[in-house]
């Protein structure tokens, strides 16, 4: 199949990998999106049940970026005592807002975060992904994000950067620290 390289199409981005960083990327690129006024979509699977900064930090980027938390937090780890089912439910309702907002021409940009983990987590699949990224409209940029890119969908992508664990401060016994990782 060959690459439709017209300047108007929208990129497909995916950050993944082992290391720190994917979501902070992808809202960084959210950052400079508004800056020059383009509308963005923040669509969370995974992060649903803690209060990230990003939360409050995305309402100051309004009306330009607007961000949806569609998951149920962190499935079976931690202080998850959620059924799986609704785990899967929460996920399939975030690939239907996904899928919604990325086809509907309204946004530059529709980041979907750790979408890859919804897939690792088999709450979703691969095939789910790639529907996404051919329903999506013409113009608009889709940013994936997460641990465990499928290859298909690494395969289809534009850009594809894998973020890489060199050292990190946990390894020390050093916790998550607000405003650095939440």
């Known amino acids: 199949m060959a690459a439709d390289i017209s300047k108007n199409r929208g990129l497909v981005i995916c950050y993944t990998g082992n290391g ?9 690129l959210c950052i400079r999106a508004a800056g020059h006024r383009m509308k963005v979509a923040v669509v969370q699977f995974i992060k649903g049940s803690w209060h990230y900064g990003e939360m409050d930090g995305i309402k100051l980027l309004q009306p330009f970026v607007e961000l949806q938390t569609a998951g149920k937090g962190f499935v079976g780890i931690l202080d998850d005592k959620l059924p799986r089912e609704e785990h899967v439910a929460a996920a399939q309702e975030a690939l239907t807002i996904a899928g919604e907002k990325a086809a509907s021409g309204k946004y530059d940009i529709v980041i979907l975060d750790e979408i890859f983990v919804g897939v690792q987590l088999e709450l979703i699949t691969p095939a789910d992904i790639l529907s996404l990224i051919e329903n999506c409209a013409t ?34 016994g050093i916790q998550a620290r607000k405003g650095i990782d939440f």
């Open 20 to 28: 720190k960083g994917k979501t902070t990327a992808a809202l960084g």
């Open 139 to 172: 113009r608009t940029n889709l940013v994936l994000t997460g641990r465990g890119a499928p290859p298909e969908v690494i395969e289809k992508a534009d850009l594809v950067t894998e973020m890489t664990e060199i050292k990190h401060p946990f390894q020390k």
